[in-house]
Structures are given as C-alpha cells and as structure tokens.
C-alpha cells in the first residue's frame, strides 16, 4: 500500500500549490464550457464539479489541481494532459483519451474507466481505490490485488471482489487471489463461490509446494465445509473475525486484512 500513500501525499502538496500559485484561464473555461474544444488551454485549479464534458478535446491541457468530481469526460481527448493534483472523484472517464497524461496525485477515486485508453500513463501515482473498469494492462496483478484488500478492509467486498478478478484476471495462476476472492464471497454470503475459489487456491498452493498456503487454504475448507450448528436459524451474515478466529492467525499473516 505504500504506493497509495505516496501518491495521497503528493496529491495534497500539489494541490495546495495549485491553490495559491496558479488559477485557471477565465476565457479559457468559457471556451471549454462553450465548445467543448480547449486544447492546450490553461485550466490549473478551475472549478469543473459534474460538468458535461464528454468527448471534449482537453488535448495537453493543463488541469493541475482542477476538480473535475463527478464530472462527465466519456470520451474526452486528455492526452498529454497535465492532471497532476486534478479531483476526478466519482467522473465518469468511459473510453476517454488518456494516453501520455501525467497523473501524479491525480484523485480517480470511485471514477469510470471502462475501456480508457491508458498507454504510457503511469496509473499508479494516482489514487484509484474505488475506481471500476481500469484496463488489465494497465496495473500488476499484485496491485488489483493490493486495492481489493483495501476495499476489503472497509468492508466493501463486492469492490474487493471485482478486484481480485482483475488480478486473477491477469495472473490466472495467481492462488492468494483465489483466496482473497473466496474470504471476500464468503462475506458476502456466497459460500458456493467461496467454496470454489478455496479449492482453486489449494490445488495451486500445492503445484507451488507453499506449505503455509495450503494450510490456509484447506481450514478455510474446512470452514465452509461445517455446517450451521442450527440449521432451523437463519444464520447471521459472517464476520472476517469470526472466520480468523476458527482458524487462528494463519490467514491474518497470509493476507493482510
């Protein structure tokens, strides 16, 4: 997770400069409110809050610590933009140009980036726990995996979940994915596809002789495999606390959650 941190400490210095040293072009927000076409335009700190942008042409603007929340970019020509300490907390960036854009600091927090285009942009000095859709190639596996314990963590587990399909996705060998998917299921009730993944997880941590993880797989079979106590009660919705403590701190050490 420390990229995380670092990329929150350089969005917060950046847009605490912005806010002092630099201000938007006013004719250049008219223009871009009017035409949707600002390439180039100088648009530092503007104030863009669920404005409709879609395929706007913001081609190597500049957009340093502007905010963009919730804003609509579906397909909006960003490349080579400047996005440095930009807010696209919850905007909608579906199929948006975003080749060669700096994104250092950048909040895509909770964003849309179905089929974005994301070639040599370096995603990862951003912030993009919540985000949907980001490309396969443009994360490691072991960073999907990485924001689905943070989802995990606030117990977002559907987030976390779809995040450990993108890393399973992408490493299909990868077994503490299985795993973590199969723990994040189980919250959510799905014991079947909790099951499932627990299985996949053993047979791979086995081909990989990793005796701890084996031994973390099979209790949490073991787990899923005991029945209710009563079965005439609906049972409760199972915590992540109950489950570590019937297997000990194996699985706290294996995952960090």
Excluded at 1 to 27: C, D, G, H, R, V
Excluded at 160 to 171: E, G, L, N, S, V
């Amino acid at each position: 997770m420390k990229s995380q941190i670092l990329a929150t400490t350089a969005f917060l210095t950046i847009l605490s400069l912005s806010q002092t040293a630099q201000a938007a072009n006013p004719e250049h927000i008219r223009q871009l409110l009017a035409s949707k076409k600002c390439s180039g335009c100088d648009l530092s700190g503007a104030g863009l809050v669920m404005a409709d942008l879609s395929g706007a042409d913001l081609n190597g603007a500049n957009l340093v610590g502007a905010n963009l929340s919730r804003a609509n970019l579906i397909g909006a020509d960003l490349r080579n933009a400047n996005l440095s300490g930009a807010s696209f907390f919850g905007a909608n960036l579906s199929a948006a140009k975003l080749t060669g854009a700096s994104l250092v600091g950048t909040d895509l927090r909770r964003s849309y980036l179905y089929n974005a285009e994301l070639t040599s942009t370096n995603i990862n000095s951003a912030n993009v726990q919540g985000a949907t859709g980001i490309p396969l190639q443009s994360a490691k596996p072991e960073e999907f995996y990485a924001w689905g314990v943070a989802e995990a963590q606030k117990g977002n587990h559907q987030a976390a979940i779809d995040y450990f399909t993108q890393a399973i996705a992408t490493k299909p060998d990868y077994a503490g994915a299985y795993l973590a998917r199969g723990i994040a299921r189980y919250q959510s009730m799905d014991r079947q596809g909790a099951f499932q993944d627990a299985q996949v997880a053993d047979k791979l941590f086995t081909s990989e002789k990793n005796a701890a993880g084996m031994q973390t797989a099979q209790a949490f079979i073991q787990e899923l495999q005991t029945p209710y106590t009563d079965p005439a009660l609906k049972p409760a919705k199972p915590t992540f606390v109950d489950f570590v403590g019937s297997i000990g701190s194996l699985l706290l050490q294996f995952l960090p959650f």
